[in-house]
């Protein structure tokens, strides 16, 4: 996480902000805290794009998909004013670095962490379409670890599958090349079948660090889905079997997110991470990252703490920073050493969701790493924004108490 530039609100709605999270094409993601204590992740949509009255649209329909979905498995949409002079909305804040970030270049999760990790978004997914919706953006950078189990973010290009209203154009694909299902990729009708084709390149990913379709851009990834077999590595068992199964050209073949949960975690993904299931080295990356998060709001807001801070604990969710007689807030601890909070060796990471018009592929429009935090990611190329102060609205919906 960042420190606020002076461009930069220091805050949005009723939330006091901390830091940056990173950003996108839509907008930036900011660390903050309501007035009850409760850290979020906040989302602030770019001005220029306020001005969009399409984009405006598509916003309200993206966070009333993820007001319907909040369950497990997810990150719950607490507030929102999709009709403020700068759209924001805010969530529940992941304790954990996404997929991306914890493999890659060849090292994966051990077994027993991906059989979890498929399991609990098989059933992420399911409840996803049950809502009769399909989330079309299952990849690595979307997907956060935690100590409580898997989330799956970024619902920002959910749709309804009745398909009564499409705001894409023709011949447009929206998703991430080389986690897209083939049908997406043609501009075919795309039903909950395309997420569950995600999945198994999720899968791939995190048990070799490698996707199942390689390639150094978007024409090269977009080919191979449609046409060539997934790479598997050394996948084996029944969790290649799964992975296979979900990457099947035909839709009509992979199996249903129900199914892959039955096969993963017969007794249900929940059991599984209560008994543990991610290994040590993360457990306690997420451990050290919580302490320096305890220092950071400590921080006055106006001078917020410098340097990395990574991800959040669960414990830090909800409870504010003891007071000492003078009221000003006291430290907890001393922060962890800079060098202590070096991730786990990454590699390659999925980039963000990109517009790709079939037959014309800028072969230039490489894999971009996504910024952790990032809830709600859109196409574009993550230009820097001015300052918005996102205000107070009257339609603003929800408040986080």
Same mark, same amino acid.
């Given at each position: 996480?960042?420190?606020?530039?002076?461009?930069?609100?220091?805050?949005?709605?009723?939330?006091? =902000?901390?830091?940056?999270?990173?950003?996108?094409?839509?907008?930036?993601?900011?660390?903050?805290?309501?007035?009850?204590?409760?850290?979020?992740?906040?989302?602030?949509?770019?001005?220029?794009?306020?001005?969009?009255?399409?984009?405006?649209?598509?916003?309200?329909?993206?966070?009333?998909?993820?007001?319907?979905?909040?369950?497990?498995? %997810?990150?719950?949409?607490?507030?929102? &004013?999709?009709?403020?002079?700068?759209?924001?909305?805010?969530?529940?804040?992941?304790?954990?670095?996404?997929?991306?970030?914890?493999?890659?270049?060849?090292?994966?999760?051990?077994?027993?962490?991906?059989?979890?990790?498929? /399991?609990? =978004?098989?059933?992420?997914?399911?409840?996803?379409?049950?809502?009769?919706?399909?989330?079309? +953006?299952?990849? *690595?950078?979307?997907?956060?670890?935690?100590?409580?189990?898997?989330?799956?973010?970024?619902?920002?290009?959910?749709?309804?599958?009745?398909?009564?209203?499409?705001?894409?154009?023709?011949?447009?694909? !929206?998703?991430?090349?080389?986690?897209?299902?083939?049908?997406? !990729?043609?501009?075919?009708?795309?039903?909950?079948?395309?997420?569950?084709? @995600?999945?198994?390149?999720?899968?791939?990913?995190?048990?070799?660090?490698?996707? *199942?379709?390689?390639?150094?851009?978007?024409?090269?990834?977009?080919?191979?889905?449609?046409?060539?077999?997934?790479?598997?590595?050394?996948?084996?068992?029944?969790?290649?079997?799964?992975?296979?199964?979900?990457?099947?050209? +035909?839709?009509?073949?992979?199996?249903?997110?129900?199914?892959?949960?039955?096969?993963?975690?017969?007794?249900?993904?929940?059991?599984?991470?209560?008994?543990?299931? =991610?290994?040590?080295?993360?457990?306690?990356?997420?451990? $050290? @990252?919580?302490?320096?998060?305890?220092?950071? #709001?400590? %921080?006055?807001?106006?001078?917020?703490?410098?340097?990395?801070?990574?991800?959040?604990?669960?414990?830090?969710?909800?409870?504010?920073?003891?007071?000492?007689? @003078?009221?000003?807030?006291?430290?907890?601890?001393?922060?962890?050493?800079?060098?202590?909070?070096?991730?786990?060796?990454?590699? $390659?990471?999925?980039?963000?969701?990109?517009?790709?018009? !079939?037959? &014309?592929? &800028?072969?230039?429009?490489? #894999?971009?790493?996504? /910024?952790?935090?990032?809830?709600?990611?859109?196409?574009?190329?993550?230009?820097?924004?001015?300052?918005? &102060?996102?205000?107070?609205?009257?339609?603003?919906?929800?408040?986080?108490?």
């Amino acid at each position: 996480m960042q420190p606020l530039q002076a461009d930069e609100p220091t805050t949005v709605g009723p939330y006091r =902000l901390l830091g940056r999270l990173g950003h996108g094409g839509m907008g930036r993601v900011y660390l903050g805290r309501s007035a009850g204590g409760r850290t979020v992740a906040v989302k602030v949509v770019h001005p220029h794009f306020a001005l969009d009255d399409e984009f405006r649209e598509r916003f309200r329909r993206e966070v009333d998909a993820a007001r319907r979905v909040g369950g497990a498995w %997810t990150a719950p949409v607490l507030d929102a &004013d999709p009709e403020a002079r700068v759209p924001w909305v805010a969530t529940g804040f992941v304790a954990g670095p996404s997929l991306a970030q914890a493999a890659g270049s060849g090292h994966g999760l051990p077994e027993h962490s991906v059989r979890v990790l498929g /399991a609990g =978004l098989a059933e992420a997914l399911a409840a996803v379409h049950g809502l009769g919706l399909v989330h079309r +953006d299952v990849k *690595p950078s979307n997907v956060l670890l935690t100590v409580d189990g898997p989330r799956l973010i970024d619902f920002g290009i959910a749709r309804a599958t009745d398909g009564t209203a499409s705001l894409t154009s023709t011949g447009v694909s !929206i998703g991430s090349p080389g986690y897209m299902s083939p049908e997406q !990729i043609l501009g075919r009708g795309v039903t909950g079948a395309a997420d569950v084709f @995600s999945l198994g390149a999720v899968l791939v990913y995190a048990a070799t660090g490698d996707s *199942p379709f390689p390639g150094d851009s978007s024409a090269a990834l977009l080919y191979k889905v449609v046409h060539e077999e997934p790479e598997l590595g050394a996948l084996t068992g029944e969790l290649r079997e799964v992975a296979a199964a979900c990457l099947a050209k +035909d839709a009509a073949a992979r199996p249903t997110p129900e199914e892959v949960a039955r096969r993963l975690a017969p007794e249900g993904a929940a059991r599984l991470v209560a008994a543990g299931w =991610l290994p040590g080295a993360l457990v306690e990356q997420v451990s $050290r @990252s919580a302490v320096q998060l305890l220092d950071l #709001e400590g %921080t006055p807001a106006e001078a917020p703490a410098s340097g990395p801070v990574g991800f959040s604990s669960p414990s830090v969710n909800g409870s504010s920073p003891p007071r000492a007689p @003078s009221g000003r807030p006291t430290r907890r601890t001393r922060p962890p050493s800079r060098a202590a909070h070096r991730g786990p060796r990454g590699g $390659r990471q999925a980039g963000p969701a990109v517009r790709v018009r !079939i037959g &014309d592929v &800028d072969p230039g429009d490489r #894999e971009r790493p996504r /910024a952790q935090g990032e809830l709600l990611g859109r196409p574009g190329r993550g230009r820097r924004a001015g300052g918005g &102060d996102g205000g107070r609205h009257p339609r603003r919906e929800h408040a986080a108490r």
